[in-house]
């Protein structure tokens, strides 16, 4: 006879879609960051996009949220080999938001986090 708990452990999701998720917003913040100022040069629409503040904060946010829910969901994400890279490039990202203030080019910690964040759950896919 199997428990409830035994049978809803069982039947918990394993985190991947979220993962998969988090590697794609990654990527696409380091997209953001890197390739949109270079094609804003050829269609100056792109310009105006890649200078809007709110979307740095919804890629942010979501690849934080995104991170924290594998964190807290998913057992075999509490591990140093995912929380080290992933909770450095959570910070980082979010390090970004205001790294102007600093005097420091926002897209460098922003590519590095999302770097780190997208490498932390491809391990996790991966294994």
Request: aromatic residues 0%; proline residues 14%; glycine residues 8%.
């Given at each position: 006879m199997t428990t409830i708990a035994s049978e809803s452990a069982a039947n918990a999701p394993t985190g991947r879609s979220t993962d998969r998720a988090a590697v794609a917003l990654s990527l696409l913040c380091i997209v953001h960051c890197v390739?949109?100022?270079?094609?804003?040069?050829?269609?100056?629409?792109?310009?105006?996009v890649s200078e809007m503040e709110w979307v740095h904060w919804v890629f942010a946010i979501l690849a934080v949220l995104a991170s924290g829910s594998v964190a807290l969901t998913s057992a075999s994400a509490r591990t140093l080999g995912f929380l080290m890279p992933a909770g450095i490039g959570a910070s980082l990202v979010v390090f970004g938001l205001v790294a102007e203030g600093f005097a420091i080019d926002e897209a460098i910690p922003t590519v590095i986090g999302g770097m780190l964040l997208a490498f932390a759950h491809w391990r996790r896919l991966a294994a």
């Open positions: 390739a949109l100022p270079l094609l804003a040069v050829g269609l100056p629409v792109l310009a105006v």
